[in-house]
Every structure is written in C-alpha cells, then in structure tokens.
C-alpha cells in the first residue's frame, strides 16, 4: 500500500507546476459555479413567473397577486417608455416574449461557457503529469526494480492526477461559493439557495476530480510501459 501514498507526498514536488494546474481547475470551477449558478437562477425566475398555459413569462392577467401585480406594473412602465424613446408600438405581449427568448438563450449561452472554462482548467492536466511523470523516469525504475507492478504504477501516477483535480475543484468550490454568497447579499435573503442548490456543489466536485483521472489515464499508462533497463538509464 505503501506506493498508494506517493501521490500525496509528489503533489508537494513540481510545486509550482502542480499549482499551476490547481489554480487553472480553481479558476475553471469558480467560472463554472459562478455562470451556471446564475443560469439557475435565471431558470428559477423563469418558472416562478410561468403560468399554466406553458408561457415562461406571464401575460397581466387580473387574479394576479399584489406581487404580480407590482411586476405587471412595472413591465407597463417600461414598454411605455421603450416605445416614447424609440417611437415604436410594442405591446406588453411582444415584450414578454422577447425577453423571454432572450433570458433562454442566455442560459444556454452560460452553460456553454462554464463547460469550455471547466475543460480548459482540467486539460491541464494532462501536460501537467506528463512533465512530472517524465522528471520521474528514474524514480519508476527504481520503483519497478523493488517488484512494483505495472498497475501498481499506473494506479499510483492516475490518482496523482485525481488529486490534483480535487484539490484545485475544492478551492474553486470555497471560492466560487464565497462569492456566490456576496452576490446573494445585495439580491434578497433566501436566494443563495436559489443561486447555489446543495447537489451543484458535491457535483462539480465530483465531476472535476473523474475527468482529472481520466485525462491523467494517458501519462500514467505510457510511464507504466516505460521498460526497468531505460527509465534507470535515464539522466534526470
């Protein structure tokens, strides 16, 4: 078991390398809390404001709450002035629907963007352990030369890389979470939950940390062919 623990004792090698690529996960997940949050809260308002007839957004209907009715008011407001501004004749109707398009395909718009940052983060990865794993061929040698087994090695080189998926998915998760919450405050209390529901976090987590072990598949199954006679003749 002992050969289990060296990816906990390598992580503190290469350190800048390796927080190199913590930082670029960190930075991926903080983006992707951050936009796919506020795609959620977007969803939320939209099925908060829906009605049954299947409309995203309402329509001024007269049993309306004194809430709704507020909402109506103020949409009433603003196409009146959209239309004294621009001389146009746009009715409460066509407002709702363009902003109804528009809020839909800004959440696509985010949840393309969270995923490309995300990926982006953790395709680091596999650069990153391929550098350390190559530093490391006398290492492996030396390693196999004691009657360490290929999966040994190769389960050994992927969960270095699954950690470096963690650790960078915790931070960007303590982060992205803190700054969730800021952006919470000044919107109205309760809403965090809307913003932040309890599956995003462990998800994102867990998400992060299995494709940071399966873009280190690569470099740990080449370093665990690599034969005892070369990776001893190796100069670094």
Same mark, same amino acid.
């Given at each position: ?66 809430? #709704?009715? %507020? +909402? ?5 407001? /603003?196409?009146?002035? *959209?239309?004294?501004?621009? $001389? =146009?004749? &746009? ?57 360490? #087994?290929? %999966? +040994? ?5 992927? /969960?270095?890389?699954? *950690?470096?998926?963690?650790? $960078? =998915?915790? &931070? ?65």
């Amino acid at each position: 078991m002992g050969i289990y623990i060296l990816p906990l004792k390598n992580l503190r090698r290469n350190r800048l390398r390796n927080l190199s690529a913590v930082l670029r996960i960190a930075l991926g997940v903080i983006i992707l809390l951050i936009l796919v949050s506020s795609g959620l809260g977007i969803n939320s308002f939209i099925k908060n404001s829906g009605t049954s007839n299947g409309k995203i957004l309402a329509s001024p209907q007269s049993n309306q709450t004194v809430t #709704t009715t %507020n +909402q109506t008011n103020m949409v009433s407001s /603003l196409v009146n002035y *959209l239309n004294s501004f621009f $001389g =146009s004749s &746009i009715t409460e109707n066509q407002f709702l629907s363009r902003l109804e398009d528009l809020l839909v395909n800004l959440v696509y718009i985010l949840d393309g963007v969270a995923s490309v940052a995300l990926l982006v983060g953790v395709l680091g990865i596999m650069n990153t352990m391929g550098f350390n794993l190559s530093d490391r061929k006398r290492e492996i040698g030396l390693l196999k030369s004691m009657g360490f #087994t290929k %999966n +040994q090695i190769f389960i050994s080189c992927t /969960l270095e890389s699954g *950690l470096l998926g963690l650790i $960078g =998915s915790i &931070i960007g998760v303590i982060i992205g979470t803190l700054g969730i919450w800021i952006i919470s405050t000044f919107l109205e209390p309760g809403f965090l939950t809307v913003l932040l529901p309890f599956w995003l976090i462990p998800g994102t987590v867990f998400i992060t940390t299995i494709l940071s072990l399966i873009l280190g598949l690569y470099p740990a199954w080449f370093t665990s062919k690599i034969k005892v006679e070369e990776a001893l003749c190796c100069e670094y």
